[in-house]
């Protein structure tokens, strides 16, 4: 089990670029994938970007080349640089550390608090 703390949300204006990190404690971050996750306010939860073990990506087509995830094993820390925020990412994100099986993200149970960001027209 992992335990994920995230935090970097706030309110921005539109155009405007946020980091979210995603604090781990636990000994099985390193071989974790780690998946990015959105939720508007009625609406499910949804996955937008993840970054594997290998450091490699994926994203939703809606943030590709304005959202990159990263991490730093050493820091046990992923994060989730956002540029070029519009109105409608305005949600609260949500971190998880769960299994990449080609491309297919495998959530598992192991959820931060979430971090609202609110973005300004």
């Known amino acids: 089990q992992v335990h994920l703390v995230e935090s970097g949300g706030g309110l921005v204006q539109a155009g405007g670029s946020l980091r979210l990190s995603c604090a781990a404690a636990?000994?099985?971050?390193?071989?974790?994938?780690i998946g990015w996750y959105r939720q508007v306010t009625n609406e499910q939860r949804e996955l937008i970007a993840t970054?594997?073990?290998?450091?490699?990506?994926t994203y939703k087509d809606f943030v590709k080349g304005r959202f990159t995830a990263s991490r730093d094993d050493a820091k046990k820390t992923a994060y989730l640089s956002m540029n070029s925020l519009k109105p409608e990412a305005t949600a609260v994100y949500y971190c998880?550390?769960?299994?990449?099986?080609?491309?297919?993200?495998?959530?598992?149970?192991?959820w931060g608090q979430g971090t609202q960001v609110t973005v300004s027209s």
């Open positions: 998880n550390a769960g299994d990449m099986r080609g491309i297919y993200y495998y959530p598992s149970s192991s």
């Open positions: 636990g000994s099985t971050f390193s071989t974790r994938a």
């Open positions: 970054v594997n073990s290998r450091g490699e990506t």
